[in-house]
């Protein structure tokens, strides 16, 4: 499932209650924290790239249960990869957590043949307010045909206006 895009801004002042799967080789972390939200980290590969957690650097344990005073991401293209199965592009991504007590830097890196993404993306699981989030839907587009100042089918009992 696709869930709404986020920012690293976003979790500026909010409190890590759990992280689960910041592990090395990772494809998804979860974070979850103390006013109900929840936010995921993730690549959704597609076919010709790699995108995985490479290192951790930091004490968890200085993050949970502390506001988030830094929260910010940054990448580099330029640096020599590691030689992988696509190495015609690749970007390193580093995700920078702090708090008064000490600092967390995820570093993703990822690969592909040059055509196809190595970003990740945060996203918003559950925001604060207890209400699930809109989930992000594929823009519908009219069969050759269809639509015309009308309205076509987008699965039964929905519909969209049609392109002119």
Partial sequence: MY?????????????LDTITGA?????LITFRFSDGSEYQMVH?????????????SGDWSDIIGHPL??????SNCTDPPVAEEYNDSWTWTFYRFGTRRG???????????GYYSERVSLE??????GLPPEPEK????????????GYFSLAPGRSVQGAE
């Fill in 44 to 56: 959704r590969e597609d076919c010709c790239e790699r995108v995985r957690v490479e290192d951790i």
């Fill in 103 to 113: 600092y967390v830097t995820i570093r993703w890196y990822g690969t592909s043949n």
């Fill in 23 to 27: 592990t090395h080789g990772s494809a």
């Fill in 124 to 129: 918003c699981v559950q925001p604060a307010d």
């Fill in 3 to 15: 869930y709404p895009e986020a920012k690293m801004a976003d979790l500026w002042g909010k409190t």
């Fill in 138 to 149: 594929p823009a519908a587009v009219a069969p050759a045909g269809v639509g015309h100042g």
């Fill in 69 to 74: 005073l830094l929260s910010d991401e940054s």
